[in-house]
């Protein structure tokens, strides 16, 4: 006799709870229950919450919580190959420009990489410090033999900032020209942020093969496109309106006002954003080790796994030395740009 | 100074109401609702109310208030930076209300160009390029457009700081900047909101002695938005006066000044030195002079230098001249009443 038997027969329901009394198997508890023999009267005091797998004891049409992460994941199962036609093929460029960047990055003799990097390095901050400081950082990593696996940590995250830059941006303009898509997307954001990156990874899991750079690399996009989108709609909501009736009174076009005005003034905050994006590409990527990710991840996750305390400190140093060098450097351009508008 | 008369805009039965359904507001206010009323029973803001207003060719025409007048609102219904909620707005005898994106874009880019009171400069250009906007919008290219906007930066003052940001000016030098902008755009029109507001009192009056300047020359047809009356007596060539969103009264300036119609703009001229801002011709007897006089004073003349010229003494009466030809008498005792404000009330 269980507890809200009672309900059942009061309103009724009896008959079609009967129905469908294809039981499934047995739970843990009631195989326990079973072995100890009688089944006692439950005391008020241990009723229970008139839960899914409570009523279920009571009518067995009712179905159990089991019931219902076993459907989600044969609903997950039934749509994954449909799912798979659609996006595997949007995808596929994503493992390619991973692949062509990690091989670039780590192939290429060493002294040629480094090189190149310092003079992106000074096209984007203009400051001889800066390049100073970025050499000291690369030789310090490559002197204790991380040169490999911090080019290759570095290679995915140019990869996926790249492509949150390039997806982002345009999405944060429209939700700064539209209110409605600005309500649509921020619960996408919102989403996004919040869920903790281990979830999102397990549906990734079923999805793509995990052999496919793909596979972390949007792991790691879908984590750290959120503050460029958001920084991108906010700054160009923040332009101050009296330059945009200006522009509105010189009979400007849509177009020119966001070519020529909005964007323009709005990328300090764009930068912000992208400097976000990046640093948070980087938390990502340790993670993403969990499911293939090659880099100073890996080490971190070998530190961890087989508790080789020093192979995973120094490889955690290795990222904090790359998350300050790409924070300076970002940082440092974007104080370029807000030096050429300073009177904002 | 002799132009044609001819109305270049015309606005006719302007209504701008804020809210959630204008077009209901729009019937309880014909209807005869007023607008705190509006307000209170059915949450509308009434910004306009039949507003009726002709801008003559290649005058000065002043719109006057007080903030919350609606006179910033109404400046941005001649170029449909606001849509009205009904009425009419006559460009050359065509109702731009009808016209399309598109057209309403080439009025904007050719024939109406906008001073503003914030400046509202680019910031991220320089100041050649900011007087070039209006050009560079339109398509052309800079090496075309940099002769036309240096020229425009020299006759406002600029020379030379063609390469500097906006930033680095001084608030003075930026609306100067704003002035070339829109002259250079080459328009007819250019309509001023608080051009001069944000501007200290000194280099207010610069600007203002600018803005004559340059309309001796151009002759634009000119909208001039202000909350100062002596700015607007200085600059206005017709004067509209407007509270609570509907046209108290509007005239020539010293018209509105000896003849009041409401205890509104009583209140408004009673502090101003009217003996500066009143000329001889608003107050002289017009036709032939018969008998002696004291000298000859010119119309365009304030009461202050007659007063000055006079020594103080009542007898005198001088010949008014414009140019060359006598056009009337001046009594000084008609000046002295004159500087005694005239109630509507007691007239």
Redesign the interface.
Known sequence: MATYDWFFDSVGLRGWCDEGGADGPMTMADLLAKTRGQETETSLWDVPFPSLDALHDSCKAVPQSRDLTQGLEAGFLGIRDALRVVIDPLTQPLSWMLREMLSLMTQSPWWIVIPVLLVIVWAVARSWKIVGFIALMIGLLAFVDHYHEAMQTLAIIFVCAAVCVIVGVPIGIAMSRSDRMQRMVIPVLDMLQTLPPFVYLIPLIFLFSVTEPKLYGIAIILYAIVPVVRLTDLGIRLV?K??I?????????NR?KLF??QI??ALPNIMAGVNQTIMMSLAMVVIASLVSAPGLGVLVLRGIRNLELGVGLVAGFGIVVLAIGLDRVTKASLARIDA????? | MEKTNDIKVSIRHLYKIFGADPQAALAHVKAGVGKPELLETYNHVLGLQDINVDIREGRITVIMGLSGSGKSTLIRHL?R?IEPTAGEVLFDGENILEWNDAR???????N???V?Q???????RTVLENAG??LA??GVARQEYQAEATRWLDRVGLQGLGDQ???QLSGGMQQRVGIA?ALA?NSDIM?MDEAFSALDPLIRTDMQDLLLELQAELHKTIVFITHDLDEALKLADHLVILNDGAVVQQGEPQHILLHPNDPYIEDFVADINRARVLRVRSIMREGEIDGAFSGDVDHEANLESVIARAEGALDRRYRVMRGETPVGVLEMPDLMRALVPRRASAA
């Open positions: 101050d009296d330059v009736e200006a522009a509105d009174a010189f009979g400007m076009t020119q020529g005005v323009p003034l050429s508008q300073a009177n904002r | 170029n930076l309403i874009r080439d009025l904007r880019r050719k109406m160009s906008m503003f914030k400046f509202a400069l680019l910031p991220h906007m209006a919008t339109r940001y906006p930033h902008r755009s309509l």
